[in-house]
């Protein structure tokens, strides 16, 4: 299992810097686009798009006014943004030399929704983006 998206596995994480295209504009990170994708203002995506940390992409999402379909688009949008990311061929060969290993955003802030967290010796929660990446993974090894 990984468990943690850092060091060696650094470029499985959302705030990984490696430029992807949402709608045709180009941000550093999923996490910026994921964050400004959250919202229809396009000054909003465009001052999103302009922060110089996917930390600060992540806060500013935190504050924008959410599109109303958002709840029931937000997983197409992440493993269409993880799909981008890994037509990159450098990361592409990287996520498939993760070979079948579990794939699970270990995380100590609490997100249990895109990650899981251990307690008590065990690991829960959703970790969607654990099993976006697996997805894509089998995707481009097929």
């Known amino acids: 299992m990984i468990n943690r998206f850092d060091e060696d596995y650094r470029f499985l994480s ?5 430029p992807v295209i949402f709608e045709g504009d180009t941000y550093p990170s999923i996490e910026h686009a994921f964050q400004a994708a959250k919202t229809t203002d396009k000054g909003a995506r465009m ?3 302009g922060l110089n940390s996917p930390g600060k992409a992540k806060r500013a999402g935190r ?3 959410l599109r109303p ?3 029931i688009i937000k997983n197409d949008i992440m493993l ?10 450098e990361l ?6 993760t070979k079948d290993e ?7 802030w609490g ?16 970790n969607k983006l654990g099993k976006m990446l697996m997805q894509v993974r089998k995707e481009i090894t097929i």
């Open 102 to 108: 579990e794939l699970v955003e270990g995380n100590t």
């Open 14 to 18: 959302n705030f990984c810097l490696t």
């Open 80 to 89: 269409n943004l993880i799909r981008e990311k890994f037509k990159n061929p």
């Open 47 to 49: 001052a999103i798009r």
């Open 63 to 65: 504050k924008v006014a």
């Open 111 to 126: 997100d249990m929704e895109w990650g899981k967290v251990e307690k008590d010796g065990q690991w829960v929660g959703e």
């Open 69 to 71: 379909e958002w709840e």
């Open 92 to 97: 592409k060969q990287k996520l498939i030399d």
